[in-house]
């Protein structure tokens, strides 16, 4: 009886302490965190106790940037909370521009004072998840129309930039990314149309252009 009063007497201390840690989560606006160039991210962290947050990130070449807390803030966060990085009335994006390779969010938690990347231990909490950064297949885009020798024009939506391309039909290989595609030819109406191509989609486009 003694030893099972016992046992029963650790189980309830070990319990108390999982109770009692400290605990944060951190995730992103993607289930799977593979990213390309030009892609929003967004991170969100909770903690289960009121405390103090640092949010860093190790850029793939190894440059490290405060994301939280701003300038001026002490980074106390309340339990159970969730906050978003950056913050919905933010007028600013996180934008990834890669290169290629795994970009890293280092999470710090403390319920003394800010923590600091070089200051570990002494009851500071480590989160760390990866970012997979990678390079998007291209896709390719056939475009065909009556009548033919339809001359093709591609504005990159993002840049603003338009490229003359040259005449249908014809394929055309381009990065995944919204593009408006104007097809025209002396004697007929421009035709012009708004898309947004996928990594490795193949699309096509049939363009019956009307006369004047």
Sequence with gaps: MVGILLVLSIFSQSADTLRDSLNVDVWFNKDEPIYYPGEKLKVFF??????????????????????????????????????????????????????????????????????????????????????????????????????????IYIEDVNTGEEVYIGVTPRTIVLKPGEYVVRIKKTGYLTLQRRIRLDPDEKRRIYARLLPW
């Excluded at 070449?61 to 913050?87: I, M, S, W």
């Design 46 to 151: 909770k903690a289960n106790k009121d405390c103090y947050i640092a949010v860093y990130d190790i850029e793939v070449g190894g440059r490290e940037t405060l994301l939280f807390p701003q300038p001026g803030d002490k980074g106390l966060v309340h339990a159970n909370q969730v906050y978003e990085l950056p913050p919905e009335d933010a007028d600013f994006d996180y934008e990834i521009t890669g290169p290629e390779g795994t970009e890293r969010i280092v999470v710090l938690a403390s319920q003394k004072s800010l923590p600091k990347l070089e200051e570990l231990g002494g009851g500071v909490i480590k989160e760390e998840i990866e970012i997979n950064i990678e390079e998007p297949e291209p896709a390719k885009l056939r475009i065909i129309s009556t009548p033919r020798r339809c001359r």
